[in-house]
């Protein structure tokens, strides 16, 4: 069945942003919010959600020193106290040893369970601390920054979670949806190019699969998107979390 889109998409254009409800079966409700210079919005939503004058911020090695990371805490500081915790990058953050490791940490830390976590990073990274915000006293608040296309339109949105243990790939996972995600498209501008292009081949099965109109962007403006122009790649990502959510929103049982 093709999704059905309303006229978020054209407002988008304009405003360049847009914000999606999720609407799982199995818990509540959380918005997506898409655009250009919105790190901003994590602070006013860190406000509503935390339970604690504490904040923990975890990025990977890569990340740590990229500009948009380095405002965000600033800004951040004005607000919270801020534990800024930096992991391994790619595949290597997804790992039980990792988790079990933050586990501690956080413990010693006294970290409670009104305290947010925010995970800014790709896909790997939103596992694991999906996963440990889903343990960590029966649940923290967790906060979602995507950083790469593919972590944006796809692994973001859902609430799956697993990491890696004794060699063998998501041996263990939880089902446990984020409070709500900030997809910075700023962070697309620095993606190396056979990450972005992963994300753009999943974006052309969510065309095939789910939107017409979604395959047609992508067929007319594929040269924009490969210079990764921003009102294009909103109007792509906001139809690619629509799709994604379609299907988190069908799902009547977990998987």
Avoid: W
């Avoid at 490791?101 to 939103?126: M, Q």
């Avoid at 263990?172 to 620095?190: A, C, R």
């Avoid at 040269?223 to 299907?247: F, H, P, Q, W, Y």
């Amino acid at each position: 069945m093709y999704v059905k889109f309303n006229s978020i998409v054209l407002e988008s254009k304009i405003l360049m942003k847009s914000v999606l409800t999720i609407k799982p079966t199995y818990s509540k409700p959380y918005n997506v919010h898409i655009g250009i210079n919105i790190l901003e919005k994590v602070i006013n939503e860190l406000e509503n959600i935390a339970g604690s004058d504490r904040i923990v911020v975890c990025t990977q090695e890569v990340l740590k020193n990229h500009e948009l990371v380095v405002k965000f805490l600033e800004d951040l500081k004005s607000s919270f106290k801020v534990e800024f915790i930096v992991l391994p990058n790619g595949e290597e953050v997804k790992n039980i040893d990792v988790v079990l490791n933050l586990v501690e940490k956080f413990y010693k830390l006294k970290i409670d369970k009104g305290t947010p976590i925010v995970a800014i990073g790709g896909g790997a990274l939103g596992d694991a601390i999906g996963f440990l915000s889903s343990i960590y006293m029966r649940g923290l608040p967790l906060v979602l920054v995507p950083t790469t296309l593919l972590s944006m339109i796809d692994s973001a949105i859902g609430g799956k979670n697993a990491v890696n243990m004794y060699g063998i790939k998501n041996l263990i996972g939880t089902f446990y949806q984020p409070s709500i995600v900030i997809e910075e498209l700023n962070f697309l501008k620095t993606l190396p190019e056979r990450e972005y292009k992963s994300g753009i081949a999943e974006a052309i099965k969510y065309g095939l699969a789910l939107d017409r109109e979604l395959y047609r962007l992508i067929s007319e403006n594929y040269v924009k998107i490969l210079n990764r122009d921003s009102k294009t790649l909103l109007e792509l990502i906001t139809r690619c979390v629509a799709c994604k959510g379609k299907i988190v929103e069908s799902e009547k049982k977990i998987k």
